[in-house]
């Protein structure tokens, strides 16, 4: 894991309340793989005192395709986000990653569908250049894994959805829902994808709802499905146990460490609330 300060190099709007931030982080970018997660935190301020933790959305490369900087999107919900969207470029922030566990693994299935609702996509663009052998991470040469990746992207009202451009243009085909049709089908993400038909894995990220939704639809079609969780978390290294999740174990249950045991887990291993 590294930890240090980073410039922020470039910092625009991708939709309302949406933001898309990069900082200069070499090591990071170097060593960060799809479904990990780095934690950010403005420098010089105690308030707020701890990082919050955000899922790498893509990583930049240089011309010679060596990684010098990550992408993060984030949504502007509280106390943190509310502050780093002020952030402009030059200005640092702390950066400590890669954490947690990269996506488990698919095999190499004919289809992979990704199912995304609020900002859950945001881990999203990186796996699906994994996926597809696009890209590689971690130091791998790119490996392609399945033949087609679909994104299933739920989003309260269409000025919400972030990024789809980005998704279209590295080779996904993009499903949209909307709670108000206002973009795409009208309705829940779930509804769309079980609409469509069985898949290959299922791999999800949003709200606990729509992932517990998701896990049903899952079981029915007897299709793996792993969910990634966006769960508080305060240190992000497995210190505080703030952060867990009840997942079933051979003798019933025990609690797992979100920021360390995943963020992503096998959706029929979770106790749902
Ligand atoms: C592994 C992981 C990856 C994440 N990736 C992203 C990402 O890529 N983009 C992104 O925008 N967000 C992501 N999040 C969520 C992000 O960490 C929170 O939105 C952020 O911590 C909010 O900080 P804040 O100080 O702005 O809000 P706070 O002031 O801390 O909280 C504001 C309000 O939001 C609620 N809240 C805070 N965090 C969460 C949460 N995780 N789930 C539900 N409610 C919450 C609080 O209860 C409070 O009501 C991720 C979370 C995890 C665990
Ligand atoms: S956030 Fe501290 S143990 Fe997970």
Do not use: N
């Amino acid at each position: 894991m590294f930890h240090r300060t980073a410039r922020v190099t470039e910092h625009v709007q991708l939709a309302e309340r949406t933001f898309r931030v990069r900082v200069e982080c070499p090591e990071v970018a170097g060593a960060i793989r799809p479904g990990q997660f780095v934690m950010l935190r403005l420098p010089g301020t105690t308030d707020p005192l701890l990082g919050r933790p955000f899922a790498l959305y893509d990583t930049v490369l240089d011309a010679s395709g060596t990684p010098v900087a990550l992408d993060v999107v984030y949504l502007v919900v509280g106390k943190m986000t509310g502050r780093l969207a002020s952030v402009e470029p030059g200005q640092k922030l702390e950066v400590w990653g890669p954490l947690g566990k990269p996506f488990l693994d698919v095999g190499t299935p004919e289809r992979v569908a990704l199912v995304a609702g609020g900002i859950g996509q945001t881990p999203f663009l990186a796996y699906a250049r994994e996926l597809l052998g696009t890209r590689g991470f971690g130091g791998d040469a790119p490996r392609q894994r399945t033949g087609k990746v679909s994104l299933y992207y739920g989003v309260r009202t269409a000025a919400l959805a972030a990024g789809v451009d980005d998704f279209r243009a590295a080779g996904v085909e993009v499903h949209l829902a909307s709670d108000d049709g206002s973009t795409g089908t009208k309705g829940y993400v779930t509804q769309l994808l079980a609409s469509h038909g069985k898949t290959g894995p299922l791999v999800g990220c949003g709200p606990e709802p729509m992932l517990h939704a998701l896990a049903k639809v899952a079981a029915a079609w007897e299709v793996p499905c792993q969910v990634s969780l966006e769960t508080p978390m305060a240190c992000g290294v497995g210190i505080c146990f703030s952060c867990v999740a009840k997942v079933t174990t051979p003798d019933g249950w025990d609690y797992k460490r979100v920021c360390v045991d995943g963020p992503a887990f096998d959706a029929a291993q979770l106790v749902w609330g």
